[in-house]
């Protein structure tokens, strides 16, 4: 099942070629014979999933499916799910049995999915590599010796390598586009509030949002249709109609504007990432989309502004994990500080401990004004910037990453170039904005990754575009060498 679509699994289905009970067992003895290679999942929940997939088939005959009934997916372990497991990939979390679900998982189980299991992550999010997890790295399919990318690099991971056919994912600076890239997916981040964040559990309050990961542009229309909508359980989701996602997609490219940022292009981006970037501007020119070159000036302090509020939001929400309410508690405690400075200095990892005294520092006292106050109005500044752009031009694209895939430990003790792996998807975050990122070549035997970004609440317009690129393409065919 490999090279399996969502929308594949939708027609076997329907044609009754296979039962959901039929392909969720097929990959839940994928994930058993070749998971201990990747390590993409923390937990299966084999047993539930199967009891599910009855559930679909019984659904199915019954003419009561939803939009996806009887799919197997996986969900990254940052989302709340009722009676299983959710660790953030943190020994702080590693006892946590959520006792909700998250609104995204409640809306794809209410249209028909089955979960299979919750996949590997960066520690709370924290990271560009999926290297900082308390259960190991996660390996990239494509090069076992390389990383798939973070924070959502196990939801990566197990798509490209055959271990479900979507996940969802989260994306704070570039966690969902970024391993997407590298693994060769199709992965959308959508506006800031298109998506509930209920239950989604809290990295950076103002730049976190959850969105969906898969092969292709369609899986990942599919999935948003279903999991897109306002949720008065988050004070952040928006009150807007859901567009028909699925059913935009053939819309004609002619006269779509695309405007190329120069400051994408400059130093530090792989050669063969620009050629194939510039390739693929050259098949939307053949699909009658214009391309024109802009600017977004405040491009270069995107990230030393991300690394500003991003800390200081984690500062805030990790305050919680203090070993008194729930999660790790250090043993013996002498007395209440010792508890707080034992529990939180032993559950966390160096990543997240790093990214817990820079915004706690950046939001003390004397200190406030000089790098919190001045790092929101930059962000300001990089969303005028985008406001500008999109008065000339419907979509912005570029590159996803500087860089292929690196190698495992390449990075880890430098956390400096470690941050520059997100240098183009960050201002997306910071923005607001939603953007996409797809398959567009190989280097190295390595997956590139382009870049879609769009106005606010437009996935629609980001979907056709990169759905119309794939019918024209078979990058997001390409099978990594370790898919089962």
């Known amino acids: 099942m490999p090279n399996h679509t969502v929308a594949d699994i939708l027609r076997g289905l329907e044609a009754k070629t296979f039962s959901s009970e039929e392909i969720t067992q097929q990959y839940l003895d994928a994930i ?25 088939d019984l659904a199915r005959q019954n003419g009561s499916g939803g939009l996806l009934c009887g799919v197997p997916i996986a969900h990254k372990d940052i989302f709340c799910t009722d009676g299983v497991r959710t660790s953030c990939a943190s020994k702080m979390l590693n006892n946590f049995i959520a006792p909700y679900n998250a609104t995204i998982v409640t809306k794809l189980a209410q249209a028909g999915t089955i979960t299979l299991g919750k996949t590997n992550m960066d520690e709370f999010a924290m990271g560009s590599s999926n290297e900082t997890s308390f259960y190991g790295a996660v390996r990239n399919p494509w090069n076992t010796d390389c990383v798939p990318g973070g924070s959502s690099g196990g939801s990566a991971a197990a798509i490209a390598a055959g271990l479900a056919p979507a996940a969802t994912g989260t ?69 807007l109609p859901v567009p028909d996602f699925v059913g935009g997609l053939n819309k004609d490219l002619k006269g779509l504007k695309i405007g190329v940022p120069k400051e994408y292009f400059s130093e530090g981006l792989d050669p063969a990432i620009g050629a194939a970037v510039e390739a693929a501007l050259d098949e939307y020119r053949k699909l009658g989309a214009e391309i024109k070159a802009i600017s977004l000036p405040h491009t270069h302090l995107a990230v030393p502004c991300y690394y500003i509020i991003a ?45 817990i005294l820079i915004g706690t520092y950046a939001l003390s006292s004397g200190f406030y004004d000089a790098y919190y106050r001045k790092a929101q109005q930059i962000r300001r500044l990089i969303k005028q910037d985008f406001n500008e752009a999109f008065k000339e031009v419907d979509i912005i694209a570029g590159p996803t990453t500087p860089n292929p895939a690196f190698a495992l430990g390449e990075k880890v003790s430098d956390p400096l170039t470690m941050y520059l792996e997100d240098i183009y998807t960050i201002a997306v975050n910071l923005a607001g904005l939603p953007a996409i990122s797809l398959p567009v070549g190989l280097t190295q035997g390595k997956p590139i990754g382009l870049q879609l970004i769009g106005r606010d609440f437009d996935e629609a317009s980001l979907l056709a575009a990169a759905h119309q690129y794939q019918q024209r393409s078979d990058w997001h065919r390409q099978v990594a060498p370790g898919s089962v």
Do not use: W
């Not at 390590?39 to 539930?48: K, L």
């Open 171 to 239: 994306d704070t600076g570039g966690s969902i586009r970024q391993p997407a890239a590298l693994c060769g997916l199709t992965g959308l981040k959508p506006t800031y509030g298109r998506v509930s964040r209920y239950g989604m559990i809290a990295f950076a309050s103002s730049l976190d949002q959850a969105g969906p990961m898969a092969k292709t542009a369609e899986d990942n229309a599919l999935l948003l249709q279903a999991m897109a909508g306002f949720d008065p359980l988050d004070s952040t989701s928006m009150q």
């Open 32 to 56: 058993v014979a070749h998971d201990p290679r990747y390590n993409s999942y923390i937990t299966v929940t084999a047993a539930a999933a199967l009891e599910q997939a009855r559930a679909a």
């Open 311 to 355: 800390p200081a939001e984690a500062s805030a929400n990790l305050s919680r994990f203090d070993g008194v309410r729930y999660g790790y508690r250090c043993e013996n405690p002498k007395d209440l500080d010792d508890l707080y400075t034992r529990t939180r200095a032993e559950g966390f990892g160096a990543e997240v401990k790093r990214r």
